[in-house]
């Protein structure tokens, strides 16, 4: 969000009221603004977890095939799956840490 430029200090409330009309415009459209960014930051850090774990598996055994990835859960398995794999989880997430592009 870039700052609001005023040419000069306002001398009076009624000054300043079309600068706080711009800023109040601004930060209503902030709340949207920020969830976009969001949203598509979170996709492209879900590409890149994706694509390293696939990538993983077929690094260690190229004819691995992906089908139940593709085909998803067996819900029957789904918790005692998730509970065996929360320690590998743990180790991999830590690879996965957000480093801010200005940073």
């Known amino acids: 969000m870039s700052p ?3 040419a000069k200090l ?4 009624a000054d300043a009221l079309p600068v706080l009309d711009s800023a109040a415009e601004r930060l209503r459209h902030l709340d949207q603004t920020l969830r976009t960014r969001l949203e598509a930051e979170g996709r492209e850090q879900c ?3 994706v694509e390293h ?3 993983c598996f077929r ?3 190229p004819a691995i095939s992906l089908a139940p990835i593709v085909d998803g859960l067996v819900a029957e398995a ?3 799956a998730r509970e065996s794999v929360q320690e590998v989880v ?3 997430a830590a690879h996965f840490r957000r480093e801010p592009a200005d940073a």
């Open 47 to 49: 590409r890149v977890v």
């Open 4 to 6: 609001i430029q005023v």
């Open 10 to 13: 306002p001398a009076s409330i």
């Open 53 to 55: 774990v696939l990538t």
């Open 78 to 80: 789904e918790d005692s």
């Open 59 to 61: 690094s260690h055994n």
């Open 90 to 92: 743990d180790i991999v």
